[in-house]
Nanobody
């Protein structure tokens, strides 16, 4: 079992930066592929980024590539998402998720494949 707790959301202006954090429980954190997803009102949950267990590989949705950076600190059981150059269309509830299995390089793994989810943190970007 893995429990995930996100933090760091809030309100921002377009062009600002925010950093999301996700704290994970458990002693085998490095075995999990970690991902960030988001869900805007009236829309389906969408993939944002993921990172391999070692942290050596990452993959991003085209909509955030070059602006967001996912990272992890396995010693602290933490995953982060640095979000720069925020846009109003980034407004959503952001979720941290964990899954077992192999890391799929350059492939977006859908939300249904993830085993554990946090409660989400709201990010609101105004123009």
């Amino acid at each position: 079992q893995v429990q995930l707790v996100e933090s760091g959301g809030g309100s921002a202006q377009a062009g600002d930066s925010l950093r999301l954090s996700c704290a994970a429980s458990g002693r085998t954190f490095s075995m999990y592929v970690m991902g960030w997803f988001r869900q805007a009102p009236g829309k389906e949950r969408e993939f944002v980024a993921d990172i391999s267990g070692s942290g050596g590989s990452t993959y991003y949705a085209d909509s955030v590539k070059g602006r967001f950076t996912i990272s992890r600190d396995n010693a602290k059981n933490m995953v982060y998402q640095q979000m720069n150059s925020l846009k109003p269309e980034d407004t959503a509830v952001y979720y941290c998720a964990a899954r077992t299995g192999y890391y799929m390089a350059n492939e977006m793994v859908p939300a249904a494949r993830y085993d554990y989810w946090g409660q989400g943190t709201q990010v609101t970007v105004s123009s």
